[in-house]
């Protein structure tokens, strides 16, 4: 008996190594003939768990695809974790992924913080990223540091550098605001919006009247916003998460302070801000990266009557829309690659892209350049939380990347 035990115990740890060495090599691939693994990290609870949406928006594309017949034979297989905006734990995520999933692209993954720890794994494993949830993993310090670009990672998303600038000109020449604010998250999301807005600012000789640094998980804004105040402001940029938002400006509302709000395009969500602000986002002036989810865009109308059949507990909304651009040239490209898949054929041919257009803004993409766009919209809150379209899509002329 003990030797079939031990026989048995032998033959069980040859089949436990060859399972293994097999689920290894499928890692190290990421697709066979009748899959392609997909992954994206996400902040699914937190301090930024309104933005989750986006990466279950990204889900409803793959959903469709699947339901179409998927890619030349292969069905896309999603996998999804939260980060919980947290960069330390975005990091374990993506190597859990990587390691014992084995994945062959990653999408989204909004966060600046949790991109920057990511974006030299992935680079290091030659995992393709398109398109990145966020642009400040593809900042203009980036670019110094790194040119030519990773050839794994491809963006979409505009630099925050570059929508700063845009709405800080729309504010400055369109609306005559002389003394501008701005409350900035204390990361390199928070610091490339201050970057954009200041770059602009020195054209016309200006500077800020005040600008303030604030945590991702802080609380209480009372003196932040007294000092805002007191600086005389009459508008005031926010480039922090949904959460930060909104104690702003409830902040503001008990103290009587009412300056015109800007923000950037994560905020851009209006129905949901307008409600988790009991209102208070009516006025608020933003960037949007993707179409509104009214738009009458035949794409737009194709992602509504699907979520309405595959995600009925889903809000249909703007962050949900974004998951569904920024994976659109991952689907894109797959298809363009036919049935003789692997990361060097999607690699040469992401950089043919030339004025792709999807939800977004057009993307060119090439060897030496894979920030795909620098436009955005910049749009207004209505009552109740309605679109108002104040100036259509922007490029922004200062933006010194595009000069590499």
Not at 208 to 213: S, T
Request: proline letters at 5%.
């Amino acid at each position: 008996m003990k030797r079939r035990e031990i026989l048995f115990a032998v033959t069980l740890a040859i089949v436990c190594i060859f399972i293994l060495a097999v689920d290894a090599s499928a890692g190290k691939v990421g697709f066979d003939s009748k899959e392609i693994r997909i992954a994206q990290f996400s902040p699914q609870t937190g301090p930024a768990a309104p933005w989750g949406s986006v990466a279950r928006g990204s889900g409803l594309l793959f959903q469709i695809v699947n339901e179409e017949g998927g890619i030349h034979g292969r069905k896309i297989k999603y996998f999804l974790r939260d980060s919980q905006y947290n960069p330390a734990l975005a990091k374990a995520v993506v190597k859990e992924l990587v390691e014992r999933k084995g994945i062959f692209a990653f999408t989204g993954g909004v966060s600046g913080a949790g991109g920057t720890a990511v974006k030299g794994y992935l680079a290091k494993n030659k995992v393709l990223w398109v398109v990145p949830g966020t642009a400040a993993i593809n900042t203009v310090a980036d670019r110094d540091k790194e040119f030519p670009p990773s050839p794994y990672r491809f963006c979409s998303y505009p630099l925050f550098e570059d929508e700063a600038s845009i709405v800080t000109k729309y504010i400055v020449e369109k609306m005559g605001y002389k003394k501008i604010g701005f409350l900035y998250q204390n990361d390199v999301f928070g610091q490339g919006g201050l970057a954009g807005c200041k770059q602009r600012l020195a054209t016309y000789g200006m500077k800020l009247a005040e600008e303030i640094p604030v945590e991702p998980t802080e609380k209480d804004l009372a003196s932040q916003m007294l000092r805002f105040k007191n600086s005389g402001a009459e508008v005031v940029l926010m480039w922090v998460s949904p959460t930060l938002a909104v104690i702003t400006l409830k902040t503001c509302a008990t103290v009587g302070y009412k300056p015109q709000w800007v923000a950037f395009d994560g905020l851009s969500d209006y129905p949901l801000m307008y409600k988790i602000t009991g209102g208070l986002f009516e006025g608020v002036i933003t960037t949007a990266f993707t179409e509104t989810p009214d738009s009458k865009n035949p794409l737009v109308a194709k992602y509504r009557e699907a979520a309405k059949r595959l995600a009925p507990e889903e809000r249909w909304g703007t962050f949900y829309l974004a998951g569904i651009q920024f994976a659109e040239p991952l689907i894109e490209v797959l298809k363009r690659v036919g049935p003789d898949l692997s990361t060097e054929a999607c690699i040469k041919e992401l950089n043919s892209f030339k004025d792709w257009k999807g939800l977004g803004g057009a993307i060119t993409w090439n060897e030496n350049c894979h920030q795909g766009t620098d436009s955005v919209q910049i749009q207004k809150c209505g009552p109740g939380g309605t679109y108002k379209l104040l100036q259509d899509w922007t490029p922004n002329e200062l933006a010194t990347w595009k000069n590499k």
